[in-house]
């Protein structure tokens, strides 16, 4: 057993460097329970496409804040940040170590930092909408890369929710999207562990997380959400995969032309992912290709020690 005076220890990083199997081996090891920060994971019936842990994969490690919203809900950056915060408190207060994993690089700055989130327009936001609906959401994403490069840099440009949001925010702050984003050295005590993959590792394995969906059941799985209102989440609809075999459904691709779109934008987005967390200066990224990944980031976290 080992223990570790550190508050919060997060995982991050982009999709299929490890965060999930690292976050339950790091669990394991400090005596502490995993919190969820990928904002997809948080739905009902999301599984194959996320790939969530499994009741088994979790190895009896509590997990907190999965499958807390139906699909038709629609997401909100700002009640995570609650909700994570609780759930990180919580699990303090019972002298365990929180355990932060997840990819969705706003929402563990929500749960480690005081983000406060400009309150939204209805006229503004029905606006950005409709122009959303003429002009499509590349159009949209090149107006924000002008207005506020970085936050173009992260949010992929078929994201139409994320650019209306980041839009609006600009029109209603008078600044960047970005600019409301604390500085760095603003942080609830936290050490924050980040995994990075040698490019063509990454992409091979993106790859073969593609394929696996495809080969365990992604489309009845797809199928199924949308008996359960899919189509009208404004978030869960455009998850990465989702939004893909939902064309496949429509009719609008062949089931190979999902799978590569899946591919294509998956890969974009893990490049954006890691972007994203290279600007934060408290990350310590480990290579998981070299070497045991749980020793490497045992050997970073402060204040641990062995005990038998």
């Known amino acids: 057993m080992i223990a570790n005076t550190t508050r919060i220890v997060a995982v991050v990083g982009p999709t299929t460097a490890g965060k999930s199997s690292l976050a339950i081996d790091l669990a394991r090891a400090l005596d502490g329970e995993v919190v969820n920060a990928d904002s997809m994971q948080l739905y009902q019936g999301m599984d194959v496409g996320t790939a969530k842990v499994t009741a088994a994969e979790r190895q009896g490690i509590p997990h907190h804040l999965l499958d807390i919203w139906p699909v038709t809900r629609t997401a909100s950056a700002a009640e995570y940040q609650a909700l994570a915060r609780a759930a990180l408190d919580d699990i303090a207060a019972r002298g365990r170590v929180p355990i932060l994993a997840g ?42 890369a002008t207005l506020d490069p970085a936050a173009a840099e992260a949010i992929l440009p078929t994201n139409g929710r994320r650019i209306v949001r980041a839009l609006e925010v600009i029109e209603l702050t008078g600044q960047p999207f970005t600019a409301n984003l604390p500085s760095y050295d603003k942080s609830r005590p936290a050490i924050q562990i980040g995994l990075t993959l040698p490019r063509p590792v990454l992409d091979e394995r993106v790859t073969a997380r593609v394929d696996h969906m495809w ?94």
């Open 103 to 144: 990819g969705s690089g706003l929402y563990v700055r929500a749960a480690l930092e005081d983000l406060n989130f400009p309150t939204t327009n209805s006229g503004t936001r029905s606006k950005l909408e409709s122009e959303l609906a003429v002009a499509g959401a590349p159009a949209m994403h090149a107006r924000l």
């Open 215 to 308: 080969g365990s059941g992604f489309e009845d799985e797809v199928r199924k959400l949308v008996a359960a209102g899919l189509r009208s989440g404004k978030t869960a609809s455009r998850a990465l995969g989702y939004q893909q075999m939902l064309r496949y459904l429509g009719g609008e691709w062949t089931l190979d032309q999902a799978r590569d779109e899946t591919v294509k934008a998956t890969k974009r987005f893990a490049r954006r992912q890691e972007s994203w967390f290279r600007r934060d200066p408290r990350i310590i990224w480990l290579d998981p290709t070299a070497g045991d990944v749980l020793s490497q980031a045992l050997a970073r976290i402060p204040g641990k020690r062995s005990r038998t």
